[in-house]
T-cell receptor, first 116, second 115 residues
């Protein structure tokens, strides 16, 4: 069974600074997908960024980037130029299926607070 | 992408009663997933609902407690039966659009409080 571990229950960062959220996972699969989801107080799950395991290049989406280390089974999220609107719970998630028709396995989450 | 709505958005229920949560998607999807998020916790999969077949439940969740219907490719319901305060959670449905897009989309969730 796949497991996802987020070792930082809470983090804080000053506005405009950079913060990195950690995520490790365990799987015997070779092809899989990794995601970071954001859940603000509105509780809507919002996809932040995704990474295909077969791609060596790290994914980037504007201020968000990942450091994907497949051998180490590590998938950290870096948020640059942090903004107050980035305050939320962040969940790392894992999926095995190519099609997206299998469920996600989530880590326990990291609560990020951006401080003005 | 897929747009998902859930009803109700929140409810307060008495113990021993049942609540049915509806999930509507704006496009046809093969799989729908139901998750539970207990207060301050992560998301835990309850079951996978495939149209035309019985839902598949995860360990710790049973059909008598969480019956699911999936009458067509755009709609599903989850019923929380014989509720107790321990069922107080956010319940979310999500969908996986398919081969062209492996992203999963989530509904806004239903916040349930059982008193």
């Amino acid at each position: 069974a796949q497991t996802v571990t987020q070792s930082q229950p809470e983090m804080s960062v000053q506005e405009a600074e950079t913060v990195t959220l950690s995520c490790t996972y365990d799987t015997s699969e070779n092809n899989y997908y990794l995601f970071w989801y954001k859940q603000p107080p509105s509780r809507q799950m919002i996809l932040v960024i995704r990474q295909e395991a077969y791609k060596q290049q790290n994914a980037t989406e504007n201020r968000f980037s990942v450091n994907f280390q497949k051998a180490a089974k590590s998938f950290s999220l870096k948020i640059s130029d942090s903004q107050l609107g980035d305050t939320a719970m962040y969940f790392c998630a894992f999926m095995t299926s190519y099609s997206g028709n299998t469920p996600l396995v989530f880590g326990k989450g990291t609560r990020l607070s951006v401080i003005a | 992408s897929a747009v998902i709505s859930q009803k109700p958005s929140r409810d307060i229920c008495q113990r021993g009663t049942s609540l049915t949560i509806q999930c509507q998607v704006d496009s046809q999807v093969t799989m729908m997933f139901w998750y539970r998020q207990q207060p301050g916790q992560s998301l835990t999969l309850i079951a996978t609902a495939n149209q035309g077949s019985e839902a598949t439940y995860e360990s710790g969740f049973v059909i008598d407690k969480f019956p699911i219907s999936r009458p067509n490719l755009t709609f599903s319901t989850l019923t929380v039966s014989n509720m107790s305060p321990e069922d107080s959670s956010i319940y979310l449905c999500s969908v996986g659009p398919g081969l062209a897009d492996y992203e999963q989309y989530f509904g806004p969730g239903t916040r349930l409080t059982v008193t």
